[in-house]
């Protein structure tokens, strides 16, 4: 069978172990050029290895997404080395120590958890959005997170209400805004951008409890990466359909 998309060029930030590793690894099979964002030099060379191994078109770029030096580096290299990007996976982000309900939350997490997962990935797009232009038809995904819908945090009975970590919640809903406003922002372009929720996945970030392996949270990343031009944008999606704002 042809590989469609044999020949494309992704980044997926925080690509050197879960769900990021496999997003490129199922990217690397579709005959994509996968560009391992990671902070860490050893993991991210690691993980290149590891893919080609099984085939796949893979190099390491170092690229801390707090750093802005770093991520104009990265976004020089990638145009100097293919000119352009056809897909930008936003993926990289943690969940910080002394993250919490709002009355006693440490303000120090809420601001690392904005700090990664919502400013690194705006900082990310901005220096590599003028890559994605150069495509014939970017896409944009951003990976967020159910806990960042205010419609699920906001229902009593929803199975994670629970779970209200100001820092991480709220990173996730304004990275959600982010991806309503870019998308409207490029509304003339090809480019789509859409944000992703990949479900409870066991990670590092969650300490590997999740339901999920990262095969099956990388599912719907994946279908966004790859979504053909008619395709709607300014969406939130996981695998089973829709998500709520």
């Not at 893979?58 to 020089?76: G, N, R, S």
Request: hydrophobic share 40%.
């Amino acid at each position: 069978m042809p590989l469609r998309h044999k020949g494309k060029i992704a980044l997926i930030t925080g690509a050197n172990k879960g769900i990021g590793f496999e997003v490129a690894r199922q990217l690397g099979t579709e005959g994509i050029t996968v560009l391992i964002g990671a902070r860490n030099p050893h993991l991210g060379e690691i993980a290149e290895a590891t893919l080609k191994a099984d085939g796949a078109d893979a190099h390491f770029i170092e690229l801390d997404v707090t750093q802005p030096e770093i991520i104009a580096k990265a976004a020089e290299r990638i145009r100097a080395q293919f000119g352009r990007l056809d897909i930008l996976v936003n993926n990289a982000g943690i969940h910080a120590k002394g993250d919490g309900p709002p009355g006693v939350v440490d303000q120090c997490a809420v601001r690392r958890a904005l700090d990664v997962n919502f400013f690194g990935a705006l900082a990310v797009t901005q220096a590599m959005l003028p890559l994605v232009r150069n495509s014939v038809s970017g896409r944009i995904v951003m990976v967020s997170s159910g806990l960042g819908s205010i419609t699920w945090n906001a229902d009593p009975n929803w199975s994670f209400a629970a779970i209200k970590r100001l820092g991480y919640n709220g990173s996730k809903a304004i990275l959600n805004m982010m991806t309503v406003q870019l998308a409207w922002e490029l509304r003339d372009t090809p480019i789509k951008v859409n944000t992703v929720n990949p479900g409870y996945t066991a990670t590092d970030l969650n300490g590997n409890t999740g339901t999920q392996t990262d095969r099956e949270g990388a599912v719907e990343t994946v279908r966004q990466s790859l979504v053909p031009d008619d395709a709607p944008t300014g969406g939130f999606y996981e695998t089973g359909g829709v998500v709520p704002w």
